[in-house]
């Protein structure tokens, strides 16, 4: 059944890299202005790290030198391409993933796979989170015990907010996306992105993800 289910998100991004070879270009880039033409490729950058999709085939690969991507940050990549919206913007409206359009049926299992991971991962790591924030250059914000604004992609930047335990509660996380999120990808796309930022998080601080991580491998 896992081995199906991995077979499945491959052969979705390969039809996503088929999809990507139907675009209209111009149109493609009118709604994701932050995609740069570079030596065959289309480059962006998702949580600080820079991807090309290949102008040949459509397929995504690493344009700095670390480990390829998994297929959560490909789908991230290309449902972007598919779904932003021409003449999306920044509200600067920030909500909960569940306050995001047509998100609340998908609000309990983001909570357990992606805020409570957060939480955990990072309890009694307050200093290393505060580094990972820095390598990703976020800008810190005054809420939380750390609280810090990152870009998921250029168009959409996430607030992350972290409690550390206390002798009453667990560590806590929440993230917040702008409203216009929804405009630029689709909601289910949301909780993958948000999964791929704590997991980079993760990675950044030298720390495993802990708790019922959302997977898509």
């Known amino acids: ?20 070879m139907k675009m ?22 998702h949580f600080g790290r820079k991807y090309g999709i290949s102008l040949n085939d459509g397929s995504i690969c690493s344009m700095d030198g670390q480990r390829e991507p998994d297929t959560t940050e490909m789908l ?41 991971v957060f939480g955990a991962t990072f309890s009694g790591h307050e ?24 870009r998921a992609f250029e168009c959409m930047p996430m607030r992350f907010f972290f409690w550390e335990r206390d002798e009453e509660f667990e560590a806590q996380g929440n993230i917040l996306f702008d409203y216009s999120a929804t ?10 992105i948000a999964d791929v930022g704590i997991k980079r998080l993760a990675e950044l601080a030298g720390l495993p993800v802990r708790g019922k991580s959302f997977q898509m491998k």
Not at 1 to 20: G, P, Q, R
Not at 99 to 115: I, M, Q, S, W
Request: contains cysteine; charged residues 30%.
């Open 1 to 20: 059944m896992k081995d199906e289910k991995i077979s499945n998100y491959v052969k979705l991004c390969e039809d996503w890299a088929d999809k990507f």
């Open 24 to 45: 209209d270009q111009e149109n493609l880039r009118k709604r994701v202005p932050e995609l740069k033409e570079e030596n065959g490729f289309l480059t962006l950058i």
């Open 76 to 116: 991230n990549i290309y449902t972007l391409l598919g779904y932003a919206k021409e003449g999306a913007f920044f509200m600067n409206k920030w909500v909960p993933f569940a306050d995001l359009r047509n998100a609340r049926p998908f609000a309990p299992a983001y909570k357990v796979g992606e805020t409570d």
């Open 127 to 150: 200093k290393e989170l505060r580094e990972a924030f820095g390598k990703l250059g976020g800008k810190e914000l005054p809420q939380g015990d750390v609280g810090y604004e990152i």
């Open 183 to 192: 405009d630029f990808n689709h909601v289910e796309s949301a909780v993958s």
